[in-house]
């Protein structure tokens, strides 16, 4: 059974352009999560869809934002980009079915965001 | 909100030496404990998990232990070999409602010297 597939794999982008980011769930699983991960921060949440709602936030500014489609497939966007915002941008896809915990939670791949 | 410290932060051993990397998380109702190991390039990928019910698991050469009354759990390698150099991050969470927000520790980079 296919894993979690992120597109694109590598990208550079100039400050001030805004990008969007891809991930497909594992075929069944409803929550896709995305994370920022950069050197010494370790892995930050930035928000959680389900059933195509934004259903958790974490802190991040208003310039990163996301959305889910009917097929779970879900988009990351970040607009203005900014130096600091060059990271690995993982996202992971999970059952969350009620009352269960962590059902197959799985990280895709990423993509490495470079911005000049 | 939960906050997980994770030490030590890098971690250098000699192969077949033990390896323990140490976690402490903040909220009491964190039920769910998983451990990620991050290769080079690679996606981080569940090793072991532990639930607040266990106080301990074991999978050939690691193991997780768990403290509720501390709040603290531990990841136990032994006979460390070169493959288990990678980064290995903590996490805990509590599921509610089938939503299931892990908060990671910073990562511990784990070097195996042959």
């Known amino acids: 059974k296919a894993g979690v597939t992120q597109t694109p794999r590598y990208l550079i982008k100039t400050r001030g352009q805004q990008v969007t980011l891809s991930c497909s769930p594992i075929?069944?699983?409803?929550?896709v999560s995305w994370y920022q991960q950069t050197p010494g921060q370790g892995l930050q949440f930035l928000f959680e869809?389900?059933?195509?709602?934004?259903?958790n936030k974490g802190n991040f500014p208003g310039r990163f934002s996301g959305r889910q489609f009917s097929n779970s497939r879900s988009e990351m966007n970040v607009s203005t980009l900014e130096l600091g915002d060059s990271a690995l941008y993982l996202c992971?896809?999970?059952?969350?079915?009620?009352?269960?915990?962590?059902?197959?939670?799985?990280f895709g791949s990423g993509t490495r965001l470079t911005v000049v | 909100g939960e906050n997980v410290e994770q030490h030590p932060s890098t971690l250098s051993v000699q192969e077949g030496d033990s390896a323990v990397i140490k976690c402490t998380y903040s909220d009491s109702a964190s039920n769910y404990f998983p451990w990620y190991k991050q290769e080079l390039g690679k996606r981080p990928q569940l090793i072991i998990d532990?639930?607040?019910?266990?106080g301990e698991k074991k999978d050939q050469r690691i193991a997780v232990t768990l403290n509720k009354t501390a709040k603290h759990f531990s990841l136990h390698i032994t006979e460390t070999q070169p493959e288990d150099s990678a980064v290995y991050f903590c996490a805990a969470s509590k599921g509610s409602g089938g939503s299931y927000i892990p908060t990671f520790g910073r990562g511990t980079s784990l070097i195996v010297h042959p």
């Open positions: 075929s069944g699983h409803r929550s």
């Open positions: 992971a896809s999970s059952l969350a079915r009620r009352q269960t915990i962590n059902y197959g939670y799985t």
């Open positions: 532990i639930r607040s019910n266990v």
């Open positions: 869809y389900f059933s195509e709602t934004q259903r």
